[in-house]
């Protein structure tokens, strides 16, 4: 059986307010696809003003993965 060629990934970088948040909600509307935080701070819970996490509105039409996992007590890395 033929391996099946993985889908390509989208990757969104740059400083706050430059539209990726945007764009990546455009992308969900138009393909089959997931948003995945990578902000070393969003991980965090209750630090949204900080760090200019979506609204609820725009998390209700584009949930973001690894976002709000933790508390801001607990440690975190890549390698976790």
Same mark, same amino acid.
């Given at each position: 059986? !033929?391996?099946? &060629?993985? =889908? =390509?990934? *989208?990757?969104?970088?740059?400083? #706050? %307010? @430059?539209?990726?948040?945007?764009? !990546?909600?455009?992308?969900?509307?138009?393909? &089959?696809?997931? *948003?995945?935080?990578?902000? @070393?701070?969003?991980?965090?819970?209750?630090?949204?003003?900080? #760090? %200019?996490? &979506?609204? %609820?509105? *725009?998390?209700?039409? !584009?949930?973001?993965?690894?976002?709000? *996992?933790?508390? &801001? #007590?607990?440690?975190? @890395? !890549?390698?976790?």
């Amino acid at each position: 059986m !033929a391996e099946q &060629p993985l =889908p =390509p990934a *989208i990757l969104l970088m740059g400083p #706050t %307010a @430059s539209g990726k948040t945007a764009l !990546a909600v455009e992308l969900v509307q138009r393909f &089959p696809c997931d *948003i995945i935080s990578v902000d @070393s701070a969003m991980v965090y819970r209750g630090l949204d003003i900080g #760090t %200019a996490k &979506p609204g %609820a509105e *725009i998390l209700a039409v !584009a949930p973001h993965r690894l976002m709000d *996992i933790l508390d &801001p #007590t607990e440690s975190y @890395s !890549a390698g976790r």
